[in-house]
């Protein structure tokens, strides 16, 4: 391959604007059919490859951004990851993904890598837990030249943009929902300690309050989506005779899988036996007439990637903190059953 | 940043090895805390960076490997994201993904931007057809010098190595299954046109032909997983009251939602009034005790990057086509039932 070859040469042999075969070997926009097989005869041609590395190097476009999260096989995330992807697309834009396992120390490697790839910007859902800060070698890779956008998850000790859904009015909301329908006792089932949790049991807490329940910690268990021996046991722990829980709020949908097998194992049915409310939907709690608080995802994604490109153009980092939020609703099944307080 | 500080560096300061230091700034293998801890503080004191792009550049690794492929939506895919990653990790590598939407053009686009980052190799889930070729500009992307494993789906015309599970013989196994049980027109709901589709289609008409069944085309019906009204539509039309179908045969598990919404909006019970099997297992499987074939996502996963890291040392491109088979098997649950024949 021929260093030395560059768009220019392809739009000239191709008879193209510059423009136009920077589209179509991008892969971003709208050209001609014609104008398209001009030039992709012209870049195979020259055996013509753009470095994108080197035009990064320049401070220039790369045209790619990566999204850093939590875990794939979370709901939640897979569905942002496609937002992210179809607002992303539009823009010319292409995505790359990394897993971090809710690792902290795998999401500093993911993000060092991807400066080294020279990625153009980053949308991410930190691992970081609530309480934690980034230690203060790795600050700078939260804060450097290349934009970052946070959904959900704020670092604590960083100026940060994020962007997430109003998690605690909505968790208000729905518990209210129960208690309208006599639930006194509501367990919850919970992944530990994000901020976006604890927004969560804070409405929950609110909604308790509003309605002079004294709220009993036993109500509240948590285990991870990985623990799978967990979230039964949690569950179990919940529906323990003493604790008289009526419904169970299920405040991650990773977790909803876990809680349904175990209420099967132990034969109680939704809604006669136990009421059932989660939060973010998916194909299991529509076919199953599950209760869900619905994120508004799609916006989500939209967002950020506006907000991320935005910031690319400007070159400018935060320089204070912001936050979007977003409404959530709730879809009413029939998993939830009125009992008498 | 200053662009002239090494690796050498940052190991002459913390009075460490040069390997010590590349293990930790590169976070793979192991060292004591201590070591990691001065080789941190001299990363910080020099403010050094790795330029992985400037080592893949020199022909150096880069200790990353991408997987591209369809849908990280689909669970099989998402599973084998996870075998993929984890057996990376355990030989310090990281892995980047990239979604496909199951579209060639953004394969492609992928695939380009993967070689400008200078990843060290990749494993491909191709979306590319059965009958399908890649267009001759493209074939040097399949067949450069980064080496490439293919996982389930070859590509005709190609010579390349694939990594997949005994389809055949697995989808015939569990269509002879369900012709012990009695039936005899089993309806099959699949995605379009892929070649492990293909070879399921294949062991389920070798099944029924030893059986003296001869094959109706009309009990075979296809939908994308994306295409959720077609899903339901198809399943209709297999349950329509003329093609008298006592089982159906879901040989994606992607679509297995779709196909139980409509079950449950025509009100028909598994398996009292139609049995289901499905390929590739999900918690809703386990929840609902579906007969299901189970492939070995972790072994395929295990021995593609097993097989990437090697390719990847030989630098030996893929010079006759290979193809290792793995062993399915089906976990019997309880939707499959005994049927007059």
Known sequence: MDQNITIEDVAKLAGVSRATAGRVVGGYGNTSEKSREKVLQAVKELNYRPNLVAQGLRGQSTKTIAVILGS????????????VEKEAQK????????????DIRQEIRHLQNMYSRQVDGIVMMSACRTDEEIEEQYKELYSGETPIVFVDRKIKGLTSCVIQS?????S???????????????????????????????????????????????????????????VAEMTAKLLREKSQVTAIYVLNNSLCAGVLSELKRQKKNIPEDISLLVWDDEDLNELLEITTVVQPIEEIGKMAINKLIHDMRTKKGAEESTKEILDSHIIYRSSCKKVNS
């Open 166 to 170: 109003n998690n605690e009015l909505a």
């Open 172 to 230: 208000y909301e729905a518990t209210k929902y129960l208690l309208e329908l006599g639930h006194q006792r509501i367990g919850i089932l919970a992944t530990e300690d994000y901020s976006t949790v604890n927004e969560r049991i804070k409405g929950y807490k609110r909604a308790l309050e509003e309605n002079g329940i004294v709220f009993n910690p036993k109500n509240i268990q948590f285990a991870a989506q990985s623990e799978k021996n967990k």
């Open 91 to 102: 823009k010319g834009y292409n995505v790359i993904i990394c897993n971090t396992h809710e």
């Open 72 to 83: 794939i096989k979370n709901n939640y995330c897979n569905h942002l990851i496609y937002a």
